[in-house]
């Protein structure tokens, strides 16, 4: 699965946002997907993730309640609606495929992703 972000960009806090993540190759309806997110000086982090089936989701303590994780098989495509967006939101947001094809549940761990886009850069001013 190749895949790539879209949506990013500058919002004022309390703002929303909404990305996409085009997949292209492989049967992208069969795999897990994830977002994760990097900001300066920090570690990648897992933001929120949903199973193949749609099913089944998860989300950063950090992000619970705010943003959702969706998925549109059809257009091989998965969302990520970032609503009240704070300051510590910025960063660079990338999404990723599952490793392992029809998995129950979602997998936090980054390293269980693989076909990761190059990322798009969401900032929120304060």
């Known amino acids: 699965v190749q895949l790539v972000e879209s949506g990013g960009g500058l919002v004022q806090a309390g703002g929303s946002l909404r990305l996409s993540c085009a997949a292209s190759?492989?049967?992208?309806?069969?795999?897990?997907m994830g977002w994760f997110r990097q900001a300066p000086g920090k570690e990648r982090e897992f933001v929120a993730g949903?199973?193949?089936?749609?099913?089944?989701?998860a989300y950063a303590d950090s992000v619970k309640g705010r943003f959702t994780i969706s998925r549109a098989n059809a257009l091989n495509t998965v969302y990520l609606q970032m609503n009240s967006l704070k300051p510590e939101d910025t960063a660079v947001y990338y999404c990723?495929?599952?490793?392992?094809?029809?998995?129950?549940?979602?997998?936090?761990?980054?390293?269980?992703?693989?076909?990761w886009g190059p990322g798009t850069q969401v900032t929120v001013s304060s």
């Open positions: 990723a495929a599952d490793r392992r094809n029809w998995r129950l549940g979602v997998v936090r761990n980054e390293a269980e992703f693989v076909s």
């Open positions: 190759g492989s049967i992208f309806s069969n795999s897990g």
């Open positions: 949903l199973s193949w089936s749609g099913s089944s989701t």
